[in-house]
């Protein structure tokens, strides 16, 4: 424990009663520290955020979160059931062609959970073979709600290819271009293909629980993690390097910890020589700057880490300004997507990279007393 006089003077030397440029001034020694875990709780809200929605539009835009080849009405308690065909066709417009994978749906569709977390703007009129496509692919071949073009369907039942003069009869901004920008979803009786059924579960729920259900009563299903493992296996790999650079930043914390109470010591020399003429023992000094110093890393910690986490908040609208301009450099990430903080995952960055601040800085004062200060 300090004693009184101390506390005192560790309280002055860490801002109390100081003017505001004096506290900046302290806490220059710490900047990189500030920028370095400003830039992890970006990224750690960033990429946490990003993968949360590519996951569940892996599920929206794929084939559900899971897939069943008979009707699983009777064992799903929740989400909802709809029937599709699958297929492959080649669309032909004016400013040119496009191989696509087609979804054969009911106009129910994109009612209820998907329509809720997909925008999608529709033809109120009834058109000729209404088709509705993603926006990325809509404006690659200059194609607007209302235009004609012509598909070219491959016709399972009977072995040939089918053509059909289309409208568009709606069109979904486009959120993960992987998936969506060669797709497109067209009426039902369009397809001759075995009838399949797509469960989309609520965002979170146990897609493999849903799926061992199913095979117990005799229905063959596979979650879309089986699915499109690739792309789930990429969205898992993007969080696991979030733990590596978890460890990364406690190491540069470290660093410059010890660093910043080097810079402390020098700018206190004299205070300290008056400490040790009143008779203060060399051990309480380097206590106090210990407490100084972890004072100024705890602020810094917190400062950088407000400052990503509102950067991070901006990050959709940088993401949208990007994707307008340059779609190609987000084919593979969601261009949209709500901000959401991992705070056990920064509560873990922040103690992690305090504490071991804290043993370095231990280390480095304790180092130091066959100097002349200590």
């Known amino acids: 424990m300090l004693s009184e006089g101390a506390r005192l003077y560790s309280a002055r030397k860490t801002g109390r009663g100081m003017s505001f440029r004096y506290k900046v001034t302290s806490l220059l020694p710490l900047l ?3 920028l370095v875990t400003a830039s992890l709780s970006f990224a750690l809200a960033f990429i946490s955020s990003l993968s949360e929605r590519i996951d569940r539009m892996i599920a929206i835009m794929g084939s559900g979160s899971v897939y069943a080849l008979s009707d699983p009405a009777d064992f799903i308690k929740e989400g909802e059931v709809a029937a599709v065909r699958n297929g492959n066709a080649l669309m032909y417009t004016e400013h040119g062609e496009a191989a696509l994978a087609v979804k054969g749906v009911e106009t129910s569709y994109f009612s209820g959970m998907r329509g809720d977390e997909v925008d999608v703007v529709m033809l109120e009129e009834d058109v000729l073979n209404p088709v509705i496509l993603s926006s990325s692919l809509s404006s690659s071949l200059s194609l607007a709600i209302g235009d004609r073009f012509t ?3 491959w016709d399972e039942e009977n072995g040939r290819t089918r053509p059909y003069l289309c409208t568009v009869g709606g069109i979904f901004s486009s959120v993960y271009p992987q998936l969506d920008s060669h797709l497109a979803y067209v009426p039902f009786q369009m397809l001759t293909s075995p009838v399949g059924y797509e469960i989309l579960l609520p965002a979170g729920a146990d897609s493999e629980t849903v799926s061992d259900v199913l095979w117990e009563n005799g229905i063959l299903s596979e979650t879309y993690r089986t699915m499109y493992s690739s792309l789930y296996q990429n969205v ?12 990364a930043v406690a190491l540069l914390a470290s660093f410059f ?4 109470a080097q810079v402390y010591i020098a700018r ?3 205070d300290i020589k008056e400490l040790w003429m009143l008779g203060m023992e060399r051990r309480e000094i380097r206590r106090i700057y210990l407490r100084i110093t972890m004072s100024a890393v705890l602020i810094a910690s ?13 990050s959709p609208s940088i993401l949208s300004v990007i994707a307008h301009y340059e779609p190609a450099l987000l084919e593979y990430y969601v261009t949209s997507f709500s901000v959401s903080i991992p705070f056990l995952s920064i509560a873990v960055m922040l103690i992690l990279s305090i504490f071991v601040s804290f ?3 231990s280390f480095a004062l304790r ?5 002349r200060l200590f």
């Open 302 to 314: 917190a400062a950088g880490c407000i400052i990503g986490l509102l950067l991070a908040y901006l």
């Open 151 to 153: 598909l070219l369907v």
């Open 359 to 361: 043993l370095s800085v």
């Open 32 to 34: 990189i520290l500030i």
């Open 236 to 247: 898992q790999s993007s969080v696991g390097i979030l733990y590596i650079i978890i460890v």
């Open 268 to 270: 206190d020399r004299d």
């Open 257 to 260: 910890s010890s660093d910043a």
């Open 367 to 371: 180092r130091g007393k066959g100097s």
